[in-house]
């Protein structure tokens, strides 16, 4: 069932940079935004917030009672060394996971991102949907972890398990690779609430990028058949971008592949503390 007008919906990870894109963009009347995080945040009008750690399933348990729907949003946002990833955004999810199933929610979606197919090459784009994993970095890794563990709740016992592949997620495109790249803050909103109201989704895997301009980098089909029609559109910030990093060049290798600058050696294990 979608969320209903008047839904609860938990968002772990709300104090971070797309939880806070997120409140504003889906707040409604009659809905509740039960916002958890370690840090500390300010309830706004219907919202309430939990202070707890994703991988505390007892208070994950807690805060997940009578909502309709959780956004697992949630995790350390870049490259980490593995047993901080394995804690945090791998055993987290499956916290979230399993404390939802618990609590009786029907819904989960969650923050995957595009490094789950980093090693995407150029030469193949538009990245289909459902694409098979090409991790960038650990980080990659854990989003595919949390993809296949959306996968199993889904067909195990049934929870409508939405994973979005995120791609540049920020205020505004300030690279020549997020001009193609590039997810607006309303988009995101739009995105996220697609996938609140969409009629039994079931278990899906889908790209979360803008109407860009230099786009196609991705396949936007099961996006839109979710309801996500994207608005915006990063050539705006092109004239900018190109006069502070020079005209695109075909051949920087950070353009090589859809993960980017997590493609490249400065990644690499031995580098990470």
Not at 48 to 57: F, K, N
Not at 94 to 107: H, I, L, M, N, Q
Request: glycine share 10%; proline share 8%.
């Amino acid at each position: 069932m979608p969320a209903p007008p008047d839904a609860t919906i938990l968002i772990t990870g709300a104090a971070g940079h797309v939880g806070a894109m997120l409140r504003p963009r889906l707040a409604r009347p009659g809905r509740v935004l039960r916002l958890l995080d370690l840090a500390p945040m300010t309830a706004g009008p219907g919202e309430e917030i939990v202070a707890a750690s994703i991988t505390d399933t007892g208070a994950l348990i807690a805060a997940c009672a009578g909502a309709d729907a959780v956004i697992h949003l949630a995790g350390l946002p870049s490259e980490r060394p593995w047993d901080q990833i394995a804690d945090v955004n791998i055993h987290g999810t499956y916290c979230v996971f399993e404390s939802a199933r618990r609590a009786g929610v029907r819904r989960v979606v969650f923050a995957s991102s595009n490094h789950a197919v980093g090693f995407w090459p150029a030469a193949d784009f538009p990245v289909p949907d459902y694409a098979f994993p090409a991790p960038d970095t650990y980080y990659g890794v854990s989003k595919v972890a949390g993809e296949a563990v959306a996968a199993l709740y889904h067909e195990r016992y049934g929870l409508d398990a939405i994973c979005l592949r995120i791609l540049s997620c920020t205020d505004r495109a300030r690279t020549i690779r997020e001009l193609s790249t590039w997810l607006s803050p309303d988009d995101t909103g739009r995105l996220f609430e697609a996938c609140l109201t969409a009629d039994e989704p079931g278990f899906r895997v889908a790209f979360g990028v803008s109407a860009n301009t230099r786009g196609g980098w991705v396949s936007l089909d099961e996006a839109r058949a979710l309801g996500f029609e994207p608005r915006d559109d990063a050539e705006i910030f092109a004239a900018e971008v190109i006069a502070a990093n020079g005209e695109p060049d075909p051949a920087d290798p950070v353009l090589a592949y859809l993960g980017g600058e997590f493609t490249r050696p400065g990644l690499d294990a031995d580098f990470l503390s």
